[in-house]
């Protein structure tokens, strides 16, 4: 079966996850974007690669944030946007997510960027546009339940290029509720695929998925251990629903154990860097001492971000 | 067809402009032969104003038909663009289609005094209406030919005429 | 009528018998074996060279969606799927709106069933009443109106002391039970075997030890109340080594395994193919291997199709949203081909799983072609093939993994009590 977000000359057609492409399209994809990033600094913030066409934000899930970093993507390429923000309980009165589909490409879209609070959504779309001879519209995911987050996962692997320069020597580990994260599922994608040889997650055995290790980590219950030596540290947002119950006693201990402090954060490399995808929950999972420290660099990681869709719509947009 | 000598051709481009130009005036090299050609000339002029340089490949007007090209180098213009006269510098003017998008990426960094272009080579067979200021040489060649700079490992410029 | 079936490779498991012989029906009845019966006179003959001739398939699990889904399927759309996939008897689920919890709606379904192109319908009755394990549904009265076996579906009893009263008040007047082993809570809101694949795709996971928790407490109740148990849809090598060693120890239990399980794993999944979302889930190939390997081995002991129709509406969603089940009426036979094949069985002890081995279950006298037997019989094209696809389905359920695949085996008749239900594609 045919990698449902690649066309038949093997070039990205859309950009549902990470895991399974190739590294030269990742690289080509982390290339593209650098020129990107001069655009925020001109008078005028816009490039007409998009001049004409239709970007919908398709949001099954309410996300302001990650809407507003693809729409101002889209608008810096001159597309125009329509935003669209459908909860899920109006689609369970009738209309179906492919209904939906089917009546904004009657309205000549030629590009969606999805969330939703299934995984797998966004391939469902994509496969329908197939079936029904769509083929020219493209499809993003800007997170699917918890299977995927790519242009968050190239976003920061962007960030790390930028600091550390080359992938093949970093250790980097990856903390927090790994068992309900898109984003980290496309990080661990994103950095094996990019050659890290050392590959870390940490936090309890409630927040890590069964079988994990298969996908190319080293597990760590131990935040101590698990840091030592570190290049870079990724953290993970902890929902607020999973803070106490079943899963967590509560919020003060897994700050005790699990969150970032400067205490903790000097096991890792005097030059580590820190990233969080935000929004962060200061306190819980990281201390605001480090959030806000010299080793951060949470705030370039959005300002990369805008970058990097740029650089993915304009890629799918010309395959 | 033996091809003129690039290195030539720079140091009699860079005479004609020495008369034409304002102290402010900036000089901005298209990727990757025009930047070549324009470093040349800063170089040659004695200009204070950075060089600037731009890579088109946002701009234009076949993205639509065939996509982003690989190896896109970020553009630079490390000068205030707002009432300053600029010079374009490319290798080789031909459709004039990349003279347009340059013209249209440097608008959206500032209003210009005034854009003058300045080129290696004209080769004819515009498809927009572009007239270069100054032009070192003109030959005209067929359709199927391109003419392309290049640049040797020592960092000698020469010109190479290859089938399209 | 009489009829002559000739020159066929006439296969009763039953009997041992795997041998070029003809057969002769009459009055509904399987009247002669290899000689015609004195004086027999055939209204009809059929030539089934290079065909096969078998007892008609049993199927312990098809739901026709009646009464309650008619949208998904009809009585009428899913008894042309059961006899174009050679399938003559069929137990259905006592999961339909509402549940198979009266008498009267079981009478019902008996009474729409009675059409001589129609499989013969065993209805398995509600172990509870509404399957909500709360209140025990009146056995003996459900038992009369038809009702061969009471169950949950693939729903819980979640209250232990419910199971175990529910299984007392069986055992007093012989019922079987079938029941599903799945732990409520540990299966809660998962969608797919608890491992690398459900990780990759982040979807939500059930553990094996769902199965096994489950299925332990059951067996120690069959144990303690002396009830006929039957395990239906065992998805994992677990819970077979659990029934093995349940045998072992004196524990009379019979267990049930899918096609689909019998063929696919939890990779199958591919890029969250709703048809591949499954109850119980699709386990690892590993666990497939066991089952394939126990069905073969007679520690599993029948197949079934698990048959479940699901209208697209229900289907084309995200993966979890999406209705579990897959359609199987007419992949059964096939599906049953390609597993013997591929484990290189006799065709005699695999079509064993889907005809006499599943009467054993339902107990009935069916699933043989004994002298006196019901004239239920299948003839079929072991050299033929379905390509699976929405037009070659008769199924209203369109939703199979399979679909697109090209399967063993073509049915060319299928004959109920001796008439031709269903003869060349009509």
Known sequence: MRNPQLNSHGELQHLLTIDGLPREILAAILDTAAPFTEVAEREVKKLPLLRGKSVFNLFFENSTRTRTTFEIAAKRLSADVINLNISTSSTAKGETLLDTVDNLCAMQADMFVVRHAASGAPFLIAQHLAAMGLEHIHVINAGDGRHAHPTQGLLDMYTIRHYKKDFTGLTVAIIGDLLHSRVARSQIHALTALGVPELRVIGPKTLIPTDVAQLGVRVFHDMRAGLKDVDVVMMLRLQNERMQGALLPSPQEFFKYYGLTADKLECARPDAIVMHP?????????????????????????????????????MLAGN | MVMPDAERLCLALAEHLRTGLHPDTALVGIHTGGVWVAERLHAALGLKTPLGTLDVAFYRDDFSRSGLHAQLKPSDIPFDVEDRPIVIVDDVLYTGRTIRAAMNEIFDYGRPARIDLAVLIDRGGRELPVCPRWVAHALTLDPDKNLQLERSDAGVLSLRLIDA | ??????????????????????????????AGIGTAPDGFAANRIIDASGLVVCPGLIDLAARLREPGFEYRATLESEMAAAVAGGVTSLACPPDTDPPLDEPGLVEMLKHRARHPNFAHVYPVGALTVGLAGERLTEMAELHEAGCVAFGQAHLPVTDTRVLMRAMQYAATFDFPVWLQAQDPFLGQDGVAHDGEVATRLGLAGIPVSAETIALSTILQLARDTGVRIHVTR?????????????????????????????????????????????????????????????????????????????????????????????????????????????????????????????????????????????????????????????????????????????????????????????????
């Open chain 1, 278 to 314: 935000g929004p962060m929950n200061r306190g819980v999972e990281i201390d605001s001492a480090v959030a806000d420290g010299p080793h951060a660099v949470i705030l370039p990681q959005v300002t990369f971000g805008i970058a990097v869709r740029m650089a993915v719509m304009s």
């Open chain 3, 1 to 30: 009528m009489k009829i002559h079936i000739k020159n066929g490779r006439l296969i009763d498991p039953a009997a041992g018998i795997d041998a070029q012989k003809d057969l002769f029906l009459a009055a509904g009845k399987v």
């Open chain 3, 234 to 426: 065992i998805s994992s090598a677990a819970a077979l080594d659990m029934i093995v060693a349940a045998r072992a120890s004196g524990i009379g239990v019979s267990c049930d395994v899918s096609v689909n399980h019998l063929h696919l794993s939890d990779a199958d999944i591919g890029y969250f193919d709703p048809h591949a979302n499954l109850v119980p889930p699709l386990r690892s190939g590993p666990d497939r291997d066991a089952l394939r390997r126990g069905l073969a081995e007679g520690t599993v002991n029948a197949l079934c199709s698990d048959h479940t129709p699901v209208d697209d509406d229900a289907k084309q969603l995200p993966f979890a949203e999406a209705e579990a089940g897959a359609t199987g009426l007419e992949l059964l036979l096939p599906l049953t081909l390609k597993w013997a094949a591929e484990m290189q069985l006799p065709l005699a002890r695999a079509l064993a799983r889907i005809t006499s081995d599943a009467a054993r279950i339902l107990g009935l006298a069916a699933g043989v072609l004994a002298p006196g037997a019901a004239a239920d019989v299948c003839i079929f094209d072991p050299r033929g093939s379905l390509k699976v696809t929405r037009e070659s389905l008769r199924s209203q359920g369109k939703n199979t993994p399979f679909l697109g695949r090209e399967l063993p085996g073509r049915v060319r008749y299928t004959l109920l009590d001796g008439h031709v239900a269903y003869e060349n594609g009509r």
